[in-house]
């Protein structure tokens, strides 16, 4: 059974940083589309980021400069650096996960994606 299971969230003030981890069991990462999506109350879902099989990385315009998104295929493991963090960021972040090739740009990673985590909360204050 793949599991994906997200941690590393929590309140932080203005400015300040937290790093998300999603761990990734039951199969191998290494070819996968992987991707970092939030959620805020009343909002829809929106992407954050996707790292593809090479390593190549995209982001929302709202976050570039600020987060980076990384992977560790030897440890199943997906990340989210988060810097500079501000209120608009407050949300619930999702890792996803899928092996199929086409599942990569980040709005296809969004409304398919294959598998999905519970969410970590992340909370930033003024």
């Known amino acids: 059974q793949v599991q994906l299971q997200e941690t590393g969230g929590g309140s932080v003030q203005a400015g300040g940083s937290l790093r998300l981890s999603c761990a990734v069991f039951?199969?191998?990462?290494?070819?996968?589309?992987m991707g970092w999506f939030r959620q805020a109350p009343g909002k829809e879902r929106e992407g954050v980021a996707v790292?593809?099989?090479?390593?190549?990385?995209s982001y929302a315009d709202s976050v570039k400069g600020r987060f980076t998104i990384s992977k560790d295929h030897a440890k199943g493991t997906l990340y989210l650096q988060m810097n500079s963090l501000k209120p608009d960021d407050t949300a619930m972040y999702y890792c996803?996960?899928?092996?199929?090739?086409?599942?990569?740009?980040?709005?296809?990673?969004?409304?398919?994606?294959?598998?999905w985590g519970q969410g970590t909360q992340v909370t930033v204050s003024l």
């Open positions: 039951g199969y191998s990462t290494a070819s996968d589309c």
């Open positions: 790292i593809d099989d090479d390593g190549s990385a």
């Open positions: 996803a996960a899928d092996p199929r090739p086409w599942a990569c740009p980040i709005e296809t990673l969004r409304t398919r994606g294959k598998y």
